[in-house]
């Protein structure tokens, strides 16, 4: 630093404000400041040394200037010096605290001086900017940036200007903690007891004890809290409360330090404790295991004791049965799906028109897990989104014991709107627990989960905003569409992308319209925060939260709604890492069934004949269909091989025909559906001139039967460890495609 600027005055320093009243030029403040440091002194004893002013002009000057520092006003009272000082301010610096009351802890006056010493200088309310201003922090050109963007967008000022530059947040905090003189929060603050105060207590008042002294409790907090919030903690410590301003990041540290093991506590057993019929901690209950091994010694009887053609012939009827009536349930719904209106559509000018200064705090939820290759470019789509950004809410959800993704989150230097937050080590580690973690502390109105490889749309948001604001009040999720952006990459992408292609576009739009129970995607659902918390979070004991949490949401007499926005993801493009992923959906998805079929006739009066058939459609379906279709094809090649007479025998006069037409039409029409979905899909982009893919993908539809046979030996898979690991969360790999990773969002990809 050169000599020139280390003897320049910083902004609102005693100096600075001398020369603004023109009581000294720069050229006796300069000479001051070197004698300054050259004896040692303080500013007011250099000046009087020098001739420049007298300890009575520097004294009325002081009184006068509401500005002035306690620091200034108790070495002129005569109740500091320099040492008392520095050792008051060196004690602030660590623990925080306003000055005054530390110097009264440290015994240099009473509390009776300090109140004499405060009721001279009670400042005036001053406007933000202008105080920033006053004190040289910011021009009056940022100012006026911020104050127009504010004007359009809404927001807090001070977020404002950290977010575009012009401000630092700890320049923010300080002179909010001035204004509302309140101290600010120290270096560090682990002195008292950080959890003296209950955790539904903290929660409420947003307040947490981080220091305590014989004289009061140090108190943080985001905002001043009011007097009866300040009485209610006084009458609870018994104690005098010292409050210190805290920002977000500073305020969640806190808080996070002190309730730690609660809310993982929380996080786990949360929807257990207060709903433990919707947790799948339980795999089966015993009456379903009694249940099943009735069933089971039933066939065994019937089989082995009386006629065993017989008995194959009852399975037969009811398999045949089941699968024509969820093919056709599927059809019907997915024909549905086609009709005009079923999704949420804005225009161009609906969104440019949003008022933003309406707009609410919206949290984003991005679970991340041993994926430090992807999360980067994740967060650079966030802050390419098209929502004001100190309106956001970002919370990067880390494995306590994923070291690597946690330093490289540290190293992004991210906006102060992300918050990486460590979920504590326990079981089951799981998506949803971390989610259930994260949302606890959440600021947003709404709460919408990425997943690291996402790439959503930018205006997914206020998408998302607009339909809860034209739905009626029981609508508490608006689901986006999603689809894969490397669907070219190989035959299993361009399989995957056709069945996605057909659930989001056309089957969830379709279970909308008919209103049965929806099982949700696990990306880029939209929930009001308010219905979370009232339904528990997710169950992070259900490794398909996501369906799971669309069942609890009929339950509650909740709807959905789908919206034509898309997030991207990366499909698979391996094949084992396909399987264990798709096995991990199907077990979730039995995990679901018989968690809501422990009490099937209760489950039915909560949400009636047409709910309970689609939830069998599509809860139970989902892994029957897999799980049969390996003994078809078996008992099919069998007779095309051999012709052996007992199978001949299992399908007498209709049920031959009824197998036979569900053999020709109705995997005609699984296929069809797909081909429709995929040509909705390439349609749609195209009138939107954004192209993912061509037309020719649809062809790739008649190898939909492969994709089948390795979906039954997921569903094996699945099944298998619903028995042995009901818990265990296959991990699915992301960044393996050779598809292009970066930042570029999808929806302006060429043909």
Not at 39 to 45: C, F, P, R, S
Not at 271 to 289: H, K, R
Not at 316 to 332: D, E, G, N, R, W
Not at 365 to 384: D, N, S
Request: proline share 4%.
């Amino acid at each position: 630093m050169s000599e020139e600027n280390r003897l320049k005055p910083k902004p609102n320093t005693l100096g600075a404000r001398l020369v603004e009243r023109g009581l000294v030029t720069e050229e006796q403040l300069a000479r001051a400041l070197e004698y300054q440091q050259g004896h040692d002194v303080l500013l007011g004893e250099a000046l009087a040394a020098l001739g420049i002013l007298s300890p009575g002009e520097l004294a009325a000057f002081i009184n006068q200037d509401k500005a002035a520092p306690i620091g200034e006003i108790l070495i002129r009272e005569g109740y500091l010096d320099r040492e008392k000082l520095n050792t008051a301010l060196a004690q602030q610096r660590t623990y925080g605290g306003r000055l005054g009351a530390i110097c009264v802890e440290l015994g240099y006056l009473t509390h009776e001086q300090l109140d004499a010493v405060l009721a001279g200088r009670r400042k005036q309310k001053a406007l933000l900017g202008d105080e920033l201003v006053r004190r040289g922090l910011i021009t009056k050109e940022q100012l006026e940036s911020a104050l127009e963007l504010q004007q359009r967008s809404g927001g807090r000022l001070g977020d404002i200007l950290v977010y575009q530059g012009a401000l630092r947040e700890e320049d923010l905090y300080r002179t909010l903690a001035d204004m509302m003189q309140m101290g600010r929060l120290g270096a560090e603050h682990h002195g008292g007891d950080l959890t003296a105060l209950p955790y539904e207590m903290a929660l409420r008042l947003k307040a947490v004890i981080v220091d305590e002294t014989p004289g009061y409790v140090l108190v943080a907090a985001e905002s001043q809290l009011e007097p009866a919030q300040v009485k209610e903690l006084e009458d609870f410590t018994g104690r005098h409360v010292e409050q210190v301003l805290a920002s977000r990041q500073e305020f969640f540290s806190c808080f996070e330090g002190a309730y730690r093991s609660r809310e993982s506590h929380e996080s786990v057993f949360g929807l257990y404790e207060t709903q433990p019929d919707n947790s799948a901690i339980v795999t089966f209950t015993s009456g379903q295991i009694v249940l099943m091994l009735v069933i089971l010694l039933a066939l065994v009887v019937a089989g082995f004791v009386f006629n065993r053609g017989k008995t194959l012939l009852i399975l037969m009827i009811i398999f045949q049965t089941l699968y024509l009536v969820m093919a056709l349930a599927k059809f019907y719904i997915v024909l549905r799906g086609t009709r005009k209106g079923g999704q949420l559509r804005f225009t161009q000018e609906e969104i440019d028109a949003v008022d933003e200064r309406g707009l609410p705090v919206y949290t984003i939820l991005v679970p991340v897990y041993k994926e430090k290759e992807v999360i980067r470019h994740l967060l650079e789509r966030i802050e390419g989104m098209d929502y004001p950004k100190y309106k956001l809410d970002v919370r990067i959800l880390l494995e306590e014991d994923d070291t690597e993704t946690i330093e490289a989150v540290r190293n992004m230097n991210l906006p102060g709107y992300f918050i990486p937050v460590i979920v504590p080590y326990s079981q089951p580690k799981t998506k949803p627990k971390a989610c259930n973690y994260g949302l606890i502390g959440c600021k947003g109105e709404y709460v919408v989960i990425y997943d690291a490889e996402d790439r959503p749309e930018p205006d997914q948001l206020k998408k998302a905003y607009l339909a809860f604001k034209r739905l009626p009040k029981d609508y508490v999720c608006v689901q986006a569409k999603l689809n894969y952006f490397n669907s070219r990459e190989n035959w299993l992408t361009k399989l995957f992308t056709q069945e996605y292609s057909m659930w989001f576009e056309l089957l969830l739009v379709g279970i909308m319209q008919v209103n049965i129970p929806i099982p949700l995607g696990g990306t880029s659902n939209h929930f009001k925060t308010s219905f979370l918390k009232i339904a528990g979070g997710w169950d992070p004991f259900n490794v398909t939260e996501d369906a799971d949490l669309g069942i609890r949401l009929y339950k509650h007499n909740c709807r959905t709604a789908v919206i034509d926005s898309r997030t991207w993801e990366e499909a698979n493009c391996n094949l084992h890492n396909w399987i264990r992923q798709r096995s991990r959906w199907i077990k979730g998805y039995m995990q679901t069934f018989f968690v809501h079929m422990r009490h099937p006739w209760r489950f039915m009066r909560q949400i009636g004949l047409k709910g309970m058939a689609g939830y069998f459609a599509m809860i139970f379906g989902t892994p029957f269909l897999p799980l049969i279709n390996p003994f078809f094809w078996l008992l099919l090649l069998a007779w095309v091989l051999f012709q052996p007479a007992w199978i001949e025998g299992l399908f007498p006069g209709l049920l031959y025909y009824v197998a036979a037409s569900q053999l020709i039409v109705g995997n005609f029409m699984f296929v069809y559906m797909n081909m429709v979905g995929t040509y909705f899909v390439i349609r749609d982009c195209a009138l939107k001139k954004h192209q993912p893919f061509s037309y020719g993908m649809i062809r790739y539809a008649l190898l939909t039967p492969l994709y089948w046979i390795f979906m039954s030996v997921a569903a094996y898979k699945a099944l298998f460890q619903l028995i042995v690991k009901p818990f265990y969360w296959e991990k699915t790999v992301h960044g393996l495609s050779s598809a292009d990773s970066g930042s570029q969002p999808p929806s302006a990809m060429k043909g």
